[in-house]
């Protein structure tokens, strides 16, 4: 069993930065692929980074590419999501997911998931 409690979100001006933060309780977070998805109003919940238990590998969405930055720390049992250069289009809620398999974009793969934060981007 794996609990995750998302922080980070805020309201940020287009252009600016904010860092996501995942923590996830139980002993076995280490051995769990992570993955950060977002759902925007009336749209799908969307893959938007994911990274494997031992950080060796990550993917993210094409349109956040080397603007956003998946990381985490298996010491503090967190995942984190560094997003710079921020555009309204990413206002979204964001929710961590943590699953044993690989790291995934679809969502059913995940079995555990945060409550999400909510992450606006003004013009």
Do not use: H
């Not at 590998?57 to 010491?75: C, E, H, L, M, Q």
Request: aromatic share 12%; with cysteine.
């Amino acid at each position: 069993q794996v609990l995750l409690v998302e922080s980070g979100g805020g309201l940020v001006q287009a252009g600016g930065s904010l860092r996501l933060s995942c923590l996830a309780s139980g002993r076995t977070f280490t051995r769990y692929s992570m993955a950060w998805f977002r759902q925007a109003p009336g749209k799908e919940r969307e893959f938007v980074a994911g990274i494997s238990w031992l950080s060796s590998s990550t993917d993210y969405k094409d349109s956040v590419k080397g603007r956003f930055t998946i990381s985490r720390s298996n010491a503090k049992n967190t995942v984190y999501l560094q997003m710079n250069s921020l555009k309204p289009e990413d206002t979204a809620i964001y929710y961590c997911a943590a699953d044993s398999s690989p790291v995934a974009r679809g969502d059913t793969t995940y079995d555990y998931w945060g409550q999400g934060t909510q992450v606006t981007v003004s013009s």
